[in-house]
């Protein structure tokens, strides 16, 4: 599996990123994570920006707290915080069910292409195939 193709995505872009890729990086995959490295290199050196839906946080922290790692949740934590966080507003979650209506998108997926859209992000970067069913949004997998 190669790395992302990035070039579409200009400088100054807002990324809405999927928890697959994140958790991936932080934990330093083998496999996975050479994949999405070269898109959080690109957000350290303000390249793009980041932005997390309040499910990606969910996820995301799950692992480490499942494991006891309360220190390691915290840091992935302030990690997340330091991105633009997208909360679950009544807006999204009905444009959630429209395309869960539409595209048969699980809850979560429909939750995070919703988020996209509501803050007319450039790109989601995601590692699942069920999100190229969605149309209005340009998504790197």
């Given amino acids: 599996m190669g790395t992302l193709a990035l070039p579409a995505l200009p400088d100054g872009a807002l990324v809405l990123v999927d928890s697959a890729p994140i958790i991936y990086v932080l934990e330093r995959h083998p496999r996975f994570a050479p994949r999405f490295l070269p898109l959080f290199e690109r957000q350290a050196a303000d390249e793009v920006q980041f932005a997390v839906t309040t499910i990606t946080i969910a996820e995301v922290l799950t692992g480490p707290l499942k494991a006891g790692e309360e ?71």
């Fill in 71 to 141: 220190a390691l949740a915290k840091r992935y934590r302030a990690v997340m915080n330091s991105w633009q966080v997208v909360v679950l507003t009544a807006d999204i979650a009905e444009s959630a069910a429209r395309l869960r209506a539409s595209l048969g998108l699980r809850l979560a997926d429909a939750i995070q292409a919703a988020s996209a859209i509501a803050i007319n992000a450039d790109a989601l970067v995601t590692h699942d195939r069920d999100f190229s069913r969605v149309r209005a949004l340009n998504v790197l997998r």
